[in-house]
């Protein structure tokens, strides 16, 4: 099974430009042609500009508080594959995890912000040990892709 969630992140990538050419028009039309009467609905340009700055702000930063991380994930093969980046105002390194599915010790989940934030951390056999990865941000995961990583990891999980 192979997957990823370039869609969710497409979409988020999206709001957030044509936001900021809703931003950049509103003013266009407020400040530099001022082609906008105000008081509009009973409130000055001022504080028209403030809730489009605070709402702008909001889609902007909302992929980053939330760790939106794009998630390729693939268990054909030999391995469990992970690549992931962040995905934000500014992209983060793009990393790769690469696990035997014989050496494949289990994962942990942890989730903040009443759910909102998730991630999971892959761990791998190593001689007589075991080693944590990272953890991968997967909040801009679907139900169903959750759902279906899960799954897949659980197959290949050693039995407790």
């Known amino acids: 099974m192979t997957f990823d969630n370039s869609k969710t992140i497409i979409s988020v990538r999206i709001k957030l430009f044509a936001a900021t050419v809703l931003f950049l028009v509103y003013v266009g039309l407020v400040y530099a042609a001022k082609l906008i009467k105000f008081p509009f609905l009973g409130m000055s340009d001022t504080v028209w500009t403030v809730i489009l700055v605070a709402l702008w702000l909001i889609i902007a930063f909302y992929p980053m508080i939330l760790n939106y991380q794009f998630v390729f994930f693939s268990d054909e093969g030999e391995k469990l594959v992970f690549r992931y980046f962040t995905s934000g105002i500014v992209s983060g390194k793009k990393n790769s995890v690469e696990i035997n599915k014989r050496d494949f010790a289990g994962y942990q989940t942890e989730s903040r912000f009443l759910g909102l934030v998730k991630n999971i951390i892959l761990?791998?056999?190593?001689?007589l040990g075991v080693a944590k990865?990272?953890?991968v941000w997967i909040s801009a995961l679907s139900k169903e892709q959750r759902s279906k990583l899960f799954t897949s990891l659980n197959t290949f999980a050693p039995k407790a």
């Open 123 to 127: 761990l791998q056999k190593i001689g």
């Open 133 to 135: 990865y990272p953890p």
